[in-house]
């Protein structure tokens, strides 16, 4: 079974500094990968996503993430993190098994930026 | 255009009883999922209908079932409820059914108590 893993549970910055957070996952096939957030109090949103081509993949608000296929993973990363962004991140991988595609999300990670 | 809806926000239900919880799509949209967030757990996928029909399924025990109408909307229900099963329920809605490159919508959640 596919799984997801999200290294970081608590993720704790200054604004202006910089944000990478990990995202590994199990699958051998061809993949979908998805980056949502969850600011305090709204919906879970989309904030990029990868189906295929440039594996350097922008989303919004200034968030960016790479696919690397070697390596199984997907992170996310910000050049300039603001009070804004605190927020929870969640990865997800959409792949076939068994002949349907079951989206699995990682456990998510708490970002905190102090101002 | 209106997003996803979920009613009702908050419910509190005693162990051995059954719930049922229901969700709007966007207009338009007609694959609907439905997925059960817990902190333990996280976020983790029960099933999906598109077109009335379950597409896909998760790992979820059949006391959790679905169904789908032909305007779109769907009911979750759980049967026999268990104190494990206290969770934010969160339904998502998209244009096409759950593929290689679908794009999700989340509504606020249902907040189900067992106790």
């Known amino acids: 079974a596919q799984s997801v893993s999200q290294h970081n549970h608590h993720v704790i910055l200054s604004e202006a500094a910089s944000l990478e957070l990990g995202c590994n996952y199990s699958?051998?096939?061809?993949?979908?990968l998805f980056w949502y957030v969850q600011y305090p109090g709204q919906h879970l949103q989309l904030l990029l996503k990868y189906f295929s081509g440039d594996p350097l993949v922008k989303g919004i608000k200034g968030f960016e993430a790479e696919f690397i296929k070697s390596k199984f993973s997907f992170n996310l990363r910000k050049p300039s993190v603001q009070w804004s962004d605190t927020a929870e991140y969640f990865c997800?991988?959409?792949?076939?098994?068994?002949?349907?595609?079951?989206?699995?999300f990682g456990r998510g990670t708490s970002l905190i930026v102090h101002p | 255009k209106a997003g996803v809806t979920q009613t009702p926000r908050y419910l509190i239900k005693t162990r051995g009883q059954q719930v049922t919880l229901s969700c709007s799509p966007i207009?338009?949209?007609?694959?609907v999922s439905w997925y059960q967030q817990t902190p333990g757990q996280g976020l983790q996928f029960l099933f999906e209908y598109f077109s009335e029909t379950q597409r896909n399924k998760g790992n979820f025990p059949g006391r959790f079932s679905g169904r789908q109408f032909s305007n779109s909307r769907s009911e979750m229900n759980v049967s026999t409820l268990e104190l494990g099963d206290s969770a934010l329920y969160l339904c998502?809605?998209?244009?096409?059914?759950?593929?290689?490159?679908?794009?999700?919508?989340f509504g606020p959640g249902t907040r189900l108590t067992v106790t």
């Open positions: 997800a991988v959409n792949a076939r098994s068994g002949g349907s595609y079951i989206p699995t």
């Open positions: 998502a809605s998209s244009l096409a059914d759950l593929g290689p490159s679908y794009e999700q919508y």
């Open positions: 699958y051998g096939g061809t993949v979908n």
């Open positions: 207009s338009g949209h007609r694959s």
